[in-house]
């Protein structure tokens, strides 16, 4: 069985202390999590230590790193290598979100040369994809967005993409307040398994953990979380409050 996921994107949001007292708080409530029903937190490099040290004791609850490198080591001023992630104790990285590519200008092979890097180091990935508005209203979602799958993962093996989580984040749903309703959402979630079957079978397919991300909050998970194809969510602003996120924790567990 595929595993359900809801992972929090902290963005570039949250001073050290803050960050701590946000995760005491999700600790001191957090329902039970068992093998297949897990929580990620990413918050920016800064804080994984920290974060590390708070969720050590807890088994379904992992760090995730926003970013990491595109090389391996050396004269990269500013960047941090999977190695040293790792190294860290940092168990996955998101790679590929549209703020990346937008503002940072992170290209296809850049990406496919990320997620290398970071399977070899053992870090698995959760990697977006997702079309901008303007190819939404011209109803080119799914070419655009099997595109960015085929680009970034298509070299792996079918071993190598179990370590993938796939995240869709439609980018005119990031941060606008204005969600995927449950059918778009449930209709490119299908899209993507129907894609990775294509190419790695329907076995491997089945078991992708496929997150939506894009105004997730409280009141929408439950309705978004109960398509047969969303495996959980990707939430960034509704993840900095302790009361928005564990409704959201919970919606995934009732899935
Ligand atoms: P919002 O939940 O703030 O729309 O952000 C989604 C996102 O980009 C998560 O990675």
């Known amino acids: ?9 902290w963005k570039m949001n949250l001073t050290i202390e803050e960050g701590k ?3 005491e708080n999700l600790l001191n409530q957090l329902p039970e999590l068992n093998e297949s029903k897990q ?3 990413a918050p920016s490099y800064v804080h994984l230590a920290q974060t590390t040290q708070l969720l050590d004791e807890y088994e379904h609850i992992h760090v995730a790193a926003q970013n990491v490198s595109s090389e391996a080591a050396g004269a990269f001023t500013g960047e941090v290598s999977a190695a040293m992630l790792r190294s ?10 549209s703020e990346r590519r937008q503002y940072f200008n992170e290209s296809d092979s850049m990406l496919a040369k990320k997620i290398d890097l970071a399977l070899a180091n053992n870090l698995r990935v ?14 080119r979602q799914n070419e655009y967005v099997a595109n960015q799958i085929a680009a970034a993962l298509y070299h792996l093996d079918a071993t190598q993409l179990q370590q993938i989580i796939v995240a869709y984040e439609p980018i005119w749903a990031i ?12 209709d490119m979630h299908a899209h993507i398994r129907h894609t990775l079957a294509g190419k790695y079978g329907a076995s491997v397919a089945d078991n992708m953990t496929i997150l939506y991300g894009g105004s997730c909050n409280d009141k929408n998970a439950p309705e978004l979380f109960a398509c047969p194809d ?26």
């Open 1 to 9: 069985m595929r595993k359900k996921i809801v992972a929090a994107n």
């Open 21 to 23: 007292t946000l995760v």
């Open 39 to 41: 929580v990620v937190i």
């Open 88 to 97: 860290a104790g940092v168990p996955y990285a998101i790679i590929g979100h």
């Open 126 to 139: 959760i990697f977006c994809c997702g079309e901008p508005l303007e190819v939404r209203d011209a109803e």
């Open 175 to 186: 941060g606008t307040g204005r969600t995927a309703s449950s059918q778009q959402a449930q």
């Open 230 to 255: 969303v495996d959980g969510g990707l939430i960034g602003g509704a993840s900095l409050k302790a009361e928005t996120f564990l409704p959201i924790i919970q919606a995934m567990l009732a899935k």
